[in-house]
């Protein structure tokens, strides 16, 4: 039986929905990387987003091989959050992404040109606070520079270190 013609747009309504939150799902899955180097995983994901929101990308990613294994997942998901945040709330034109050594210490820098926000006011959501988080686990700091109008610049300072203590009992 076929359905009725005013039902066609419901339908059409749902398969986008399915096929955005497909495509949300597949953006937060990282990738293994344990198969990908960082500088991949997070290039792979920016130009993912980027030529699906046409905006402008700059990756300079060689200091990434600075991070060491046992960080590089958070690391990962600071930068996606990051660039996630920029598309999803700057609406920027461009997005530029740099790992670097400052010292002796490794630094992520994601910045954008978009709409940005009074960083003073501004509601810490659960990405934020997901990135300030993996930051401490890190022994890391983060810094987020915005102001209205003026874009974002999100900065990830990650010392020297080794691996964390393991005990053994947990």
Same mark, same amino acid.
């Given at each position: 039986?076929?359905?009725p013609?005013?039902? @066609?747009?419901?339908?059409?309504g /749902?398969?986008?929905?399915?096929?955005?939150?497909?495509?949300?799902v597949?953006?937060?899955?990282?990738?293994?990387?344990?198969?990908?180097?960082?500088?991949?995983?997070?290039?792979a994901?920016?130009?993912?987003?980027?030529?699906?929101?046409?905006?402008?990308?700059? /990756?300079? /990613?060689d200091?990434?091989?600075?991070?060491?294994?046992?960080?590089?997942?958070?690391?990962?998901?600071?930068a996606?959050e990051?660039?996630?945040?920029?598309?999803?709330?700057g609406?920027?034109?461009?997005?530029?992404?740099?790992?670097?050594?400052r010292?002796s210490?490794?630094?992520l820098?994601?910045?954008?040109?978009?709409? =940005?926000?009074?960083?003073?006011?501004?509601?810490? =959501?659960?990405?934020?606070?997901?990135?300030?988080?993996?930051?401490?686990?890190?022994?890391?700091?983060? @810094?987020?520079?915005?102001?209205?109008?003026?874009?974002?610049?999100?900065?990830?300072?990650?010392?020297?270190? @080794?691996?964390?203590?393991?005990?053994?009992?947990?």
């Open positions: 039986m076929p359905l013609i005013v039902m @066609q747009p419901v339908i059409d /749902l398969i986008a929905v399915i096929v955005n939150l497909r495509r949300v597949d953006d937060l899955r990282p990738h293994d990387l344990s198969q990908v180097s960082l500088a991949a995983a997070i290039g994901h920016a130009r993912g987003l980027s030529s699906r929101h046409g905006i402008d990308l700059d /990756l300079d /990613l200091g990434a091989v600075d991070v060491a294994d046992w960080a590089a997942r958070d690391v990962y998901r600071i996606q990051a660039v996630s945040n920029a598309v999803r709330h609406s920027p034109d461009h997005i530029a992404i740099r790992v670097f050594r010292g210490n490794t630094v820098e994601v910045s954008d040109d978009g709409t =940005g926000f009074d960083a003073e006011e501004v509601v810490r =959501g659960g990405g934020l606070a997901g990135m300030a988080e993996r930051a401490a686990a890190l022994g890391a700091q983060l @810094q987020v520079h915005s102001r209205p109008a003026g874009g974002t610049r999100v900065e990830l300072v990650i010392p020297p270190s @080794q691996a964390p203590e393991v005990d053994p009992d947990h």
